[in-house]
């Protein structure tokens, strides 16, 4: 038996730091989901493909990347290359994103990491698509201004140049993207419990979900 904990929400509402705290705590496995389409992005922009090109659904489905207990990605056996966090590659994991065919192909591979004693899986359709069964379903969410200044911060301290007010923009259309496309939306899953983090700190909505995830355990 293990146990699958979703998180899902739009970009910077803090999941990732919260998938790998939670990973951390539980000694449970972890799926940053959205790195498996960034990846897809960066073999797309190495190889001068365009974001409807056919060869990406055979990049998707033969991508070798692996993910460390520490969050860590391997990709062909090295560690990824940081500019697999971006916001240009986040926006060109986005359009991909969309393609129903490219997200088929990622499907069952995502399905793999769910392996005892647990796993927690961070992205925008864990608990609607890939994840319907898990036992415990967060959908992280926060004001766009917030999740701006976060991401901001995220960029500047791993040594990127980035602009606020353009931040601003790009998250407001890659938000628009993931939630208005006609494949797996961003949207909440029916089950899921809704937190908004605007005001809370990362300890904080720590507590809330471990007092989740505790329950269902006891
Ligand atoms: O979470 P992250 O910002 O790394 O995701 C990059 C992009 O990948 C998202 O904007 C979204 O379009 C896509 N994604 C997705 N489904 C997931 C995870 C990410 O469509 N489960």
Redo the contacts with the bound molecule.
Sequence with gaps: MFTVITI?GP?GSG??TIARRLAAHYGYHLL???????LVALKAIELGLAEDAPELVEIARNLDCHFTKSGAILIDGKPASSELRTEQT?AV??KI??REDV?AALLQRQRDFAVAPGLIA?????GTV?FPEASVKIFLDASAEERARRRYKQLIENGFDANLNSLINEIAA?DD??RNRAV?P?VPAEDAEVIDSSNLSVDEVEKIIRRRIDAIQQ
């Excluded at 940053?32 to 960034?38: A, K, Q, T």
């Excluded at 961070?122 to 864990?126: L, P, Q, T």
């Design positions: 899902d970009s999941k990732g940053d989901s959205g790195s498996l389409y960034r986040g994991a986005s994103a969309a997200r961070d992205g925008r359709d864990m890939v890659r993207r993931d797996a961003l």
